[in-house]
């Protein structure tokens, strides 16, 4: 059984940090592209960030040079550390996994097989 658990999530204020994790169990890590998500309230789910199997890192416009995402091979863990968190960061985070294959691009919520529950993120200014 596939399962990824992110946390990390909270309530900060604005101009503030956050780490999540995800971490991954049921399938091998290591061969994985892992994404990340959100989905703000009445909105529909958005990329915010992408880490390939070979450490290609990739960024919604919105979130770079304040987010960044790594990956942990050994402990199965995707992270993505979001700085300088602004009121229109609020939103559920999701992670998700994708198995690495030609032509896909990392950032499209389709090309994404398996999902985490989600953790809520919410910036107050």
């Known amino acids: 059984q596939v399962l990824l658990q992110e946390s990390g999530g909270g309530l900060v204020q604005a101009g503030g940090s956050l780490n999540l994790s995800c971490v991954v169990s049921?399938?091998?890590?290591?061969?994985?592209?892992m994404g990340w998500f959100r989905q703000p309230p009445g909105k529909e789910r958005e990329f915010v960030a992408a880490?390939?199997?070979?450490?290609?890192?990739h960024y919604a416009d919105s979130v770079k040079g304040r987010f960044t995402t790594a990956r942990d091979n050994a402990k199965s863990t995707a992270y993505l550390q979001m700085n300088d968190l602004k009121s229109e960061d609020t939103a559920v985070y999701y992670c998700?996994?994708?198995?690495?294959?030609?032509?896909?691009?990392?950032?499209?919520?389709?090309?994404?097989?398996?999902w985490g529950q989600g953790t809520q993120v919410i910036v107050s200014s």
């Open positions: 880490i390939s199997r070979f450490r290609n890192t």
């Open positions: 998700a996994a994708c198995a690495d294959y030609s032509g896909t691009t990392i950032r499209e919520v389709y090309e994404y097989e398996d």
């Open positions: 049921g399938i091998t890590f290591s061969l994985q592209n």
